[in-house]
T-cell receptor
Framework: DTEVTQTPKHLVMGMTNKKSLKCEQH?????MYWYKQKAKKPPELMFV???????INESVPSRFSPECPNSSLLNLHLHALQPEDSALYLC????????????FGEGSRLTVL | LAKTTQPISMDSYEGQEVNITCSHN???????ITWYQQFPSQGPRFIIQ???TKVTNEVASLFIPADRKSSTLSLPRVSLSDTAVYYC???????????FGSGTQLTVLP
């Protein structure tokens, strides 16, 4: 299994809602990542977890809250988002942080109304 | 921070070889060079990674000169399905290696 699975594929939420994006991999990878991608822009790194501990937070606003319950799962909790947060949210994993290939999921398309 | 510079866009025709060059003048000793391909509304896909000289796999070759200040991704005999954005990443496993540059939009024409 070389897949990173993200759910939901599409999410529409209001600015007062609380929602979560989920990411799962079963490749035994110990590093997992969240990226945000706006249209026609490159992916922007948000968070990195290494061995289930947060190792990199690229100064992301606190309305985005990551969680890594175990080595296979990565969540991104969303609360009080703004319309400008609408984007494709990509999850990735790798054997170790920065080690070799990043495996990306298909992404979750988020629209904030 | 090893910033990367790539052409914004390139056009090619089916069956041709395409070379996309990435400049990384401030590359550090421990930095690796990695290339990804991304189709619209999909996650990026790893193509190839190298440190120096030449690396080849089943889909591409990566050429890195001795000074390592640039690298060239070579795609042999492209097809329409190779139309995508190609990103060059440079880094050592810290956040730098995980930061995408602006990428090159490759359009393959029939």
């Amino acid at each position: 299994d070389t897949e990173v699975t993200q759910t939901p594929k599409h999410l529409v939420m209001g600015m007062t809602n609380k929602k979560s994006l989920k990411c799962e991999q079963h490749m035994g990878h110990r590093a997992m990542y969240w990226y945000k991608q706006k249209a026609k822009k490159p992916p922007e790194l948000m968070f990195v977890y290494s061995y289930e501990k947060l190792s990199i937070n690229e100064s992301v606003p606190s309305r985005f809250s990551p969680e890594c319950p175990n080595s296979s799962l990565l969540n991104l909790h969303l609360h009080a988002l703004q319309p400008e947060d609408s984007a494709l949210y990509l999850c990735a994993s790798s054997q170790g942080q920065g080690a070799g290939e990043l495996f990306f999921g298909e992404g979750s398309r988020l629209t904030v109304l | 921070l090893a910033k990367t510079t790539q052409p914004i866009s390139m056009d090619s025709y089916e069956g041709q070889e395409v070379n996309i060059t990435c400049s990384h003048n401030n590359i550090a000793t421990n930095d690796y060079i990695t290339w990804y391909q991304q189709f619209p509304s999909q996650g990026p896909r790893f193509i190839i990674q190298g440190y120096k000289t030449k690396v080849t796999n089943e889909v591409a070759s990566l050429f890195i000169p001795a000074d390592r200040k640039s690298s060239t991704l070579s795609l042999p005999r492209v097809s329409l399905s190779d139309t995508a954005v190609y990103y060059c990443l440079v880094g050592d496993g810290s956040a730098r290696q995980l930061t995408f540059g602006s990428g090159t939009q490759l359009t393959v024409l029939p």
